[in-house]
């Protein structure tokens, strides 16, 4: 049998390991989950004849080594940090290894030597990114074949809750790691390019530079910029291109909420609180408002933020709870972001039965025969339920479809690579469309920019 260890059993893993365990008989294959959790090792399995569950710990070297060793093909579902270790080993023991994360400097120095030895080395085949590079350079290759010049690329995706399980007033629920979400933006400038000139967002400005987009059938979205669009200039061939910008996918109003976080300070990872897992919710606000002998903590959020009596606003922070006097952060040493985060996740936990929903749309503007053309493309995704999400399986599937390929020959090209060649992309997408995962194509009036004025 062909042997795939998984290592890391977390949220992103149930759709993943189901495929391989429905294919397993048939493509002869006997799947491995290493997880530090027993538990989460065995979660997934059921008894299944064809996969086992066991405590893996990536930081034990010789537990780690082992488990490659006996392996064709690892995935790694770790956090992006921890996979070079892994990386490492493939390496030394000739295996393939395919993961859903950015390309690390690290992971890309090992290029080479993953090339010299034939192996393939597939990232970034997750949803974002994955399913956007290969959706997306499935559109611009069909342009550049008919002789199109790129103009403008747009793409945005955004991890939300779905309308039957949207039943709160932020209309947001957490589908993904929440501390992801709570230092969403951090760490420098959103920057990208419209109508040839640069353009930059700082991250106390991030959240109130919005853009509204239109999803057939699911209504309206704000979009807010991600941090660097630009890297993708060479990654998708669009060195000249005139506009590139990526962005997240929030619903209307959730943008303008949340800077209230950014505002106030509660959101910086910078420094811990003393004491903090003794604060109460209500102590946590205080603590980034001015001091007063005389006004409720209730009065002094609404001076600093300027939240009218009847705004909107004042509701969605008090339907999180965070002026209880009793309930306590809990967490020793905590900073800002990591005591908003466990306020929030009180509330913005996916119940057993709540479905979530993926967003991803994509604008493609191009020039052919001296007329200008533009192609919306969308693809929207309602989860099962807790466990298996719209999110577990635009990140598994992708990382499960991609291992079979790889194992089977399909997928050939060895080294450090994303899923931007056609070898990869168009068996991919067309498996994904096969699981509904679908994109939907539009032809549109080209809604460019004006590049008579400076915008």
């Known amino acids: 049998m062909r042997n795939i260890l998984i290592i890391g059993a977390g949220r992103s893993a149930a759709s993943l390991i189901r495929y391989l365990l429905d294919k397993s008989e048939k493509e002869d294959l006997f799947i491995t989950i290493g997880d530090i959790s027993i538990q989460s090792a065995q979660k997934f399995i059921s008894g299944h ?222 420094y811990t609180i003393p004491d903090s897992e003794n604060l109460t919710y209500r102590e946590f606000v205080n603590l980034f408002l001015a001091y007063s002998p005389t006004d409720t903590i209730e009065l002094k959020l609404r001076y600093a933020l300027k ?26 040493n905590a900073t800002p972001a990591m005591a908003l985060q466990k306020i929030l996740e009180e509330k913005w936990t996916l119940a057993p039965e709540d479905k979530d929903m993926i967003v991803m749309y994509h604008k493609f503007g191009y020039e052919l025969d001296g007329k200008k053309h533009q192609i919306d493309s969308h693809m929207a995704l309602i989860g099962e339920d807790q466990t298996h999400t719209a999110m577990a399986k635009t990140v598994g599937l992708p990382v499960a479809i991609a291992a079979v390929k790889i194992l089977n020959g399909e997928i050939t090209t060895p080294g450090v690579q994303r899923p931007i060649a056609k070898e990869v992309y168009e068996p991919i997408l067309k498996e994904l469309e096969e699981n509904g995962v679908i994109f939907r194509e539009e032809e549109v009036k080209y809604l460019g920019y004006n590049p008579e004025n400076l915008h």
């Open 307 to 332: 939240i009218d009596q009847d705004d909107l606003m004042w509701e969605k922070l008090e339907e999180l709870d965070i002026f209880n006097k009793e309930k306590t952060i809990g967490i020793e």
């Open 49 to 270: 004849n064809n996969a086992r569950g066991i405590m893996l710990d990536v930081f034990n070297d010789v537990q780690r080594k082992e488990a490659v060793q006996n392996s064709d093909l690892v995935i790694s579902m770790l956090p992006a940090r921890y996979h070079i270790e892994v990386a490492r080993d493939c390496i030394e023991f000739g295996k393939h290894m395919v993961t859903a994360s950015y390309v690390s400097k690290e992971m890309q120095a090992l290029n080479h030597k993953a090339e010299a030895k034939g192996l393939v080395f597939m990232n970034e085949i997750g949803l974002d990114p994955g399913v956007d590079h290969m959706s997306a350079m499935q559109v611009i290759d069909r342009i550049r074949a008919k002789g199109g010049k790129m103009l403008l690329f747009e793409s945005f995706c955004g991890g939300l809750i779905a309308p039957e399980s949207d039943n709160n007033l932020w209309n947001y629920k957490f589908t993904w790691n929440p501390r992801n979400v709570v230092l969403a933006g951090q760490g420098g400038a959103a920057e990208f390019v419209q109508e040839g000139r640069y353009k930059y967002i700082p991250y106390h400005r991030l959240f109130r530079r919005t853009e509204f987009i239109n999803i057939e059938g699911y209504g309206k979205f704000e979009v807010l910029a991600n941090r660097n669009s630009l890297q993708y200039q060479s990654v998708y061939g669009l060195d000249n291109i005139l506009t590139l910008y990526r962005g997240t996918i929030r619903r209307v109003g959730f943008s303008k909420a949340w800077n209230m976080f950014v505002q106030l300070g509660m959101t910086d990872d910078t």
